[in-house]
């Protein structure tokens, strides 16, 4: 039974550019949700996805974008890539009031 | 304003002691509560989770206690094994949104 997965796995962009990150849930779960850990720090919440839908959204600017398809599949776009945006994106899936279950993360560098 | 805080950024326990992480919220609207545990390059794994309607949970060597007065948990691991070495993150949550407010995480060591 496959966890979550997340693709890729290292990445480099410049400044300025956009990049989109997938997710795949766990086996399962339909809710899936995105986190910015900084170096040093814990998860911070990005947006959470359920049917399709952002259902909630915490404290990034619109630069963030998500996408959940039919078979519970998300992405994560940026654009306009900052320096302050290098940090390792995580993908949580989780199935109604049950704990998120992590992906091993994207990690994000910008030059 | 961090919601979820970690004081100790590092602990080290030996090898069969116990180990107590702790970790104290400001939001009273906070009613489910999670530990994690991260080793480098992987993500967080869930550990124990405890309802703000309790105020212990155990799991094996893995037992939460939640005070809520204080606004205070803490995780207790015993007896702790050199595996138990990783980072330990608390996260929060509160009404039912489902969006996880996490401290910034401790390290611990357990020496054999």
């Known amino acids: 039974d496959a966890g979550v997965t997340q693709s890729p796995t290292h990445l480099i962009k410049t400044r300025g550019q956009q990049v989109t990150l997938r997710c795949s849930p766990k086996?399962?779960?339909?809710?899936v949700s995105w986190y910015q850990q900084a170096l040093g720090q814990g998860p911070q919440f990005i947006f959470q996805?359920?049917?399709?839908?952002?259902?909630q959204r915490g404290n990034f600017p619109d630069r963030f974008s998500g996408h959940q398809f039919p078979n519970y599949s998300s992405e994560l776009n940026v654009n306009a890539l900052l320096l302050g945006d290098s940090a390792l994106y995580l993908c949580?899936?989780?199935?109604?009031?049950?704990?998120?279950?992590f992906g091993d993360g994207t990690r994000l560098s910008i030059l | 304003d961090q919601q979820v805080k970690q004081n100790s950024p590092s602990l080290s326990v030996q090898e069969g002691r116990i180990s107590i992480l702790n970790c104290d919220y400001t939001?009273?609207?906070?009613?489910?509560f999670l530990w994690y545990k991260k080793y480098p390059a992987e993500g967080p794994t869930f550990l124990i989770s405890?309802?703000?309607?309790?105020d212990k949970n155990e799991d094996g060597r893995f037992t939460v206690f939640l005070n809520k007065s204080a606004k205070h948990l803490s995780l207790h691991i015993v007896p702790s094994q050199p595996g138990d070495s990783a980072v330990y993150f608390c996260?929060?949550?509160?009404?039912?949104?489902?969006?996880?407010?996490f401290g910034q995480g401790t390290t611990l060591q357990v020496k054999p």
């Open positions: 949580a899936s989780s199935e109604a009031n049950q704990p998120q279950h």
């Open positions: 086996s399962g779960h339909d809710t």
């Open positions: 996805y359920y049917e399709e839908e952002e259902r």
């Open positions: 939001n009273s609207m906070f009613d489910y």
């Open positions: 405890i309802s703000s309607i309790k």
């Open positions: 996260a929060a949550a509160g009404g039912n949104t489902g969006k996880l407010i």
